[in-house]
C-alpha cells in the first residue's frame, strides 16, 4: 500500500495527471490491501484522490466509483476512532473530504474532531485554521467548537508575539556618521 500512496502523491505533488488507466491500476491495487493499510496510507491515499478531484477525467472515473471513496472512509473512520492520525494527516484526510465535496457524516465527523481535540496541544496554527475552515465549509458544527476557537485564539496570540520577537532580536543596521 505504501508505494500505491507513495507514486499517486509523486504525481500530485507533481501537479500531473495520472490518467484513469493508472489511476484505476493505484486504486484497485490499493484497495486489494485497504483492510491492513497504515493510518499514514489511508491518509495518504484520501489526500490523493482529493487533489486528483481537479483533473475532470480522473474526478469522473472517482465519481463512477463511489464505493472507493465509501471504504476509504470506512477504514479511515475506524483509524479514527482509535486516534491514529498525526495532525498533519488529520488535516490533509478533511482536506481531501472539503475538496471532494463529500459528506463523510456525522461518526465521521465527530472522530476527526475527537481526534484533533485529543492532539490540540501539538496542533499547528496553520493547522488549526484549516480544519476549523474544514468544518465550516462541510457545514460541521464541531461539539468542542469553543475549545477550538479558544485554542486557535491562543495560538494566534502565540505566533504573533513570537513574530514580535524575532523581528525585535533581528540585528539593526549600523547608524551612518
Same mark, same amino acid.
Given at each position: 500500500t505504501?508505494?500505491?500512496?507513495n507514486l499517486a502523491?509523486s ?8 490518467g484513469v488507466?493508472?489511476l484505476?491500476?493505484? =486504486?484497485?491495487r490499493?484497495?486489494q490491501?485497504l483492510? &491492513?493499510a497504515?493510518p499514514?496510507? =489511508?491518509?495518504?491515499?484520501l489526500?490523493?484522490?482529493?487533489g486528483?478531484?481537479?483533473?475532470s ?5 472517482l ?11 470506512a477504514?479511515n473512520?475506524r483509524?479514527?476512532a482509535?486516534q491514529?492520525?498525526?495532525p498533519?494527516?488529520?488535516?490533509r484526510v478533511?482536506?481531501?473530504? =472539503?475538496?471532494?465535496g ?5 461518526a465521521?465527523?465527530?472522530a476527526?474532531?475527537a481526534a484533533v ?7 499547528h496554527?496553520f &493547522? ?6 474544514g468544518?465550516?465549509?462541510?457545514g460541521?458544527?464541531a461539539?468542542?467548537?469553543?475549545l477550538?476557537?479558544q485554542?486557535l485564539?491562543q ?11 524575532q523581528q525585535?532580536?533581528?540585528p539593526q543596521?549600523?547608524e551612518q556618521?
Open positions: 505504501e508505494d500505491c500512496v502523491q504525481l500530485v505533488y507533481l501537479n500531473v495527471a495520472p488507466g493508472l484505476s491500476a493505484i =486504486v484497485d490499493f484497495s490491501q483492510a &491492513t497504515a499514514s496510507d =489511508v491518509a495518504g491515499m489526500w490523493t484522490l482529493g486528483f478531484w481537479r483533473s477525467s480522473e474526478c469522473m472515473w465519481r463512477q466509483h463511489p464505493q472507493l471513496l465509501r471504504d476509504l472512509l477504514v473512520l483509524q479514527l482509535a491514529q492520525y498525526s498533519l494527516e488529520l488535516k478533511l482536506a481531501a473530504v =472539503v475538496a471532494m463529500c459528506n463523510p457524516g456525522q465521521w465527523l465527530q476527526h474532531e481535540v485529543a492532539q490540540l496541544g501539538d496542533v496554527l &493547522t488549526l485554521e484549516q480544519i476549523v475552515r468544518y465550516r465549509a462541510l460541521y458544527q461539539q468542542q467548537g469553543q477550538l476557537q485554542d485564539m495560538k494566534r496570540e502565540q505566533w504573533q508575539q513570537q513574530q514580535q520577537q525585535c532580536q533581528q543596521p549600523p556618521q
